[in-house]
Structures are given as structure tokens and as C-alpha cells.
T-cell receptor, first 110, second 116 residues
Framework: GQQLNQSPQSMFIQEGEDVSMNCTSS?????WLWYKQDPGEGPVLLIA?????ELTSNGRLTAQFGTTRKDSFLNISASIPSDVGIYFC??????????FGKGTKLTVNP | EPEVTQTPSHQVTQMGQEVILRCVPI?????FYWYRQILGQKVEFLVS????????KSEIFDDQFSVERPDGSNFTLKIRSTKLEDSAMYFC??????????????FGDGTRLSIL
């Protein structure tokens, strides 16, 4: 079945640093989504990407839909303590279901 | 901002008992979904629902599971005879449209189901 490889698994950074994480797949996806999950809560949508090559920003967050349709990355610039959480990529390809990556756990030290 | 709401936030049930998890999707959305997340693992798709029918389901969604939209606002997931391995966070999601529509899925905060 479709699987996403998300890396890194975890990151420990200092406040103010930039962060980059990515997802790759052997399958083509038509949509890439990035969600953030805080403890005890559901995934919150950060950025949605619908076209190959698309680069989209949401404040300090920037995400790109890879030109091969098989990858996506998320960058966070000038990290702050409230960026702490687990970031998930999710792909959607030709069906209703979202396929999720295993998540990147981000820790920001003040 | 409109949101998906789920109740209860935590459900504790004896193995073999039936459980119903409830969701109120965003009001103008037409597609509804259930996902689950076993502790420490990734989020997994269970089922999608549109126009009062299941539109897609995963291998996890076997005969023990059913979904229903009993009225104009609620969307429920029923597990008939719970097993220990059903313990997980269950997330409801909704979207305005499905598939190729460029409409993202929005998630609720989940129900933590604990089977004893």
C-alpha cells in the first residue's frame, strides 16, 4: 500500500533556528498536507498543496509540493517555543483517504 | 472558526462491549471521515462517508465497525464488540468536498478509547 517516509523522526533546536522536515513516497500523490498535533489534541492543518512544484507560505511556515509528486518539505523559520509539537505530512492520491507519515517531533529550547 | 467537535473526549469500556463515538462535523461540509491513532503511531484512515453511504474504507474497518449519520448534524462510529487492540485515539474529520476538490480535511480533537 501507499506509505510515506517522514524525516527526521525528532529534532531538538534552539529558539530562533530554522527547521526543515520532509516526506517522500514511492507513490504519486495529488495533494500534500502538513498538520501539527499538540498533546491530547487532533491534527491542525498548517498548509495544503495541490499542484506539483507549488510553494506555499503560512506565516513562518513554507511548504513545497515536489515536482515528481512523490515528496514534500516543510520549513519553519525563526522557531519559537510554541512551535513545539508533532508535525505530520499527509498525502492524498486518487481517493478519499489521507495517508500519514509517522511524524516529526519538534522540541524548541528557549 | 468552525471546528469539528467530538464526544466524549475519553471513553473507557470493557472488552466485548459496544461503544459509540460521536462527531459533529463542520456544518456545511459534505464528506466525513474516521481515522484512528494507536499510541505513539501514525494516524490511519478507517472510513469515508458521503451522501449517507460509505465511499471508501480500509482493511481495519471490518464488520465490527459501522458508521451512521442519524440526523443532520451528528456522525457516529460504532464498534460492536470491542477488543483490546481497539484502544486508540479516534479522530473524526470533515471536508467541504472530497477527492480531487482541493478541499482539505479538518480534524476534531479526538476521543481516547480505552478497552479494559
Amino acid at each position: 500500500g501507499q506509505q510515506l517516509n517522514q524525516s527526521p523522526q525528532s529534532m531538538f533546536i534552539q529558539e530562533g533556528e530554522d527547521v526543515s522536515m520532509n516526506c517522500t513516497s514511492s507513490s504519486i500523490f495529488n495533494t500534500w498536507l502538513w498538520y501539527k498535533q499538540d498533546p491530547g489534541e487532533g491534527p491542525v492543518l498548517l498548509i495544503a498543496l495541490y499542484k506539483a512544484g507549488e510553494l506555499t507560505s503560512n506565516g513562518r511556515l513554507t511548504a513545497q509540493f515536489g515536482t515528481t509528486r512523490k515528496d514534500s518539505f516543510l520549513n519553519i523559520s525563526a522557531s519559537i517555543p510554541s512551535d513545539v509539537g508533532i508535525y505530520f505530512c499527509a498525502g492524498q492520491g486518487g481517493s478519499e483517504k489521507l495517508v500519514f507519515g509517522k511524524g516529526t517531533k519538534l522540541t524548541v529550547n528557549p | 472558526e468552525p471546528e469539528v467537535t467530538q464526544t466524549p473526549s475519553h471513553q473507557v469500556t470493557q472488552m466485548g462491549q459496544e461503544v459509540i463515538l460521536r462527531c459533529v462535523p463542520i456544518s456545511n461540509h459534505l464528506y466525513f471521515y474516521w481515522y484512528r491513532q494507536i499510541l505513539g503511531q501514525k494516524v490511519e484512515f478507517l472510513v469515508s462517508f458521503y451522501n449517507n453511504e460509505i465511499s471508501e474504507k480500509s482493511e481495519i474497518f471490518d464488520d465490527q465497525f459501522s458508521v451512521e449519520r442519524p440526523d443532520g448534524s451528528n456522525f457516529t462510529l460504532k464498534i460492536r464488540s470491542t477488543k483490546l487492540e481497539d484502544s486508540a485515539m479516534y479522530f473524526c474529520a470533515s471536508s467541504l468536498w472530497g477527492g480531487y476538490s482541493n478541499q482539505p480535511q479538518h480534524f476534531g480533537d479526538g476521543t481516547r478509547l480505552s478497552i479494559l
